[in-house]
């Protein structure tokens, strides 16, 4: 670690200035990427994004923030070759600008807290080689060199969930049904690399998701719930389960299938039809766009909205076979969701889970 301090103290004035401005340039870019994923050519979009970085870095150097300086230079420089075509832009370039703006805000929060900054200087410098080798890289080589740099910046790109131990003793103390589930999802979860351990975040999620809410749903059952819904996923076959392609429209049938396959399940084994219910609805969108029965708003139950919520976000940062194994940062995966809000999700549930999620993480 290393202390950064200034020279010359900052005028409170100049500081408080740049420091709104880097909020406000912070939103902006957020705004930026999210609208890239859909429209990752846009020229506008990416002027856009580079400017907000260039206003950044040039802030950073005003105030003689140089570690900031320095990394932000370096993603101004591949910002650049996006915006003229030398680089494409992918979700992995929207991550490292997000995390890297995150750094920088650390960076900026300290400072206006304690006027000085500990810092990691090691993983700085290894950020700005990464990004140099980037600016150099052969176009086959871009997208392990980003995985790499995220790998740096955040490691494990990773969260670090706050599993609580016997977190289901008192869920399963009289109830043999709910332990034998468990068990067989704890089972599944060997199954495939990147579900390890998703038995026990999903559900304490969940669960601090319902509590926060008053518990609108029967708890055992949502746990239930939960852990058929895996079982019925993992029955699926292991070369499909493990694709990183996205999957064809004949993929996309089997998949969906798991939707009936874990309610019936979830109905002969458990013996609970509230329980059935909520996995029959976990893939409906509030907008209607959903499946399978395409239902809306109010017609979707709590416990459909919760597992919806929590399985997208499991998703996002703990790789997702059709898309990436790549986990993405804590931060990528709030902003997915929130844009998602009142249209794949609840805005009531994703308000809540906007609340828990920072005391799991």
């Known amino acids: 670690m290393a202390t950064f301090t200034v020279q010359e103290p900052i005028d409170a004035e100049i500081f408080n200035e740049a420091y ?12 930026s990427i999210v609208a890239l994923e859909h429209k990752p050519k846009d020229k506008v979009l990416l002027n856009d994004l580079f400017r907000t970085i260039h206003t950044v870095k040039a802030n950073a150097s005003l105030l003689c923030f140089d570690p900031m300086v320095i990394i932000l230079q370096e993603l101004e420089s591949i910002l650049d070759l996006v915006r003229s075509g030398g680089l494409p832009f992918s979700n992995l370039t929207g991550d490292v600008t997000l995390l ?19 810092y990691d200087k090691a993983l700085y410098h290894a950020v700005e080689k990464g990004l140099q080798q980037l600016s150099n ?47 067989l999802a704890k089972m599944c979860e060997e199954r495939v690399g990147y579900w390890k351990g998703r038995t026990d975040r999903i559900g304490q999620l969940a669960l601090a998701m319902n509590l926060e809410a008053g518990n609108p ?11 058929t819904h895996d079982i019925a996923m993992a029955f699926l076959p292991e070369n499909l ?12 049938t089997l998949v969906r299938h798991h939707v ?35 239902i809306q708003g ?13 399985h997208t976000f499991e998703a996002i940062t703990h790789g997702h076979t059709s898309i990436t194994s790549h986990k993405r940062p804590l931060m990528r995966a ?7 809000s009142g249209i794949e999700f609840s805005e009531r549930w994703v308000d809540i889970f906007m609340r828990v999620v920072p005391n799991s993480y």
């Open 241 to 252: 389960l493990n694709q990183q392609r996205r999957l064809n429209p004949n993929q996309q």
């Open 100 to 118: 890297l703006m995150d750094k920088s805000r650390d960076f900026m929060e300290q400072f206006r807290s304690q006027q000085l900054v500990d």
């Open 298 to 310: 109010n017609n979707i139950g709590p416990g459909a909205k919760i597992i919806s919520i929590v």
């Open 137 to 183: 890289c052969a176009p086959s080589d871009t997208t392990n060199i980003l995985v790499k740099i995220i790998a740096i910046i955040d490691p494990d790109t990773s969260l670090t969930f706050n599993t609580q131990r016997n977190w289901l003793e008192e869920l399963t103390q009289d109830d043999n049904d709910l332990k034998f589930l468990y068990q």
């Open 334 to 340: 709030l902003l997915e969701i929130n844009k998602k």
């Open 20 to 31: 709104e401005e880097f909020l406000e340039q912070y939103s902006i870019c957020e705004s």
């Open 260 to 294: 009936q396959t874990s309610s019936q399940l979830m109905r002969s084994i458990f013996n609970s039809h509230m329980a059935g219910h909520c996995l029959m609805q976990h893939q409906e969108c509030v907008n209607g766009s959903g499946y399978p029965n395409g």
């Open 217 to 227: 749903v029967d708890v055992v059952n949502l746990t239930a719930s939960l852990f």
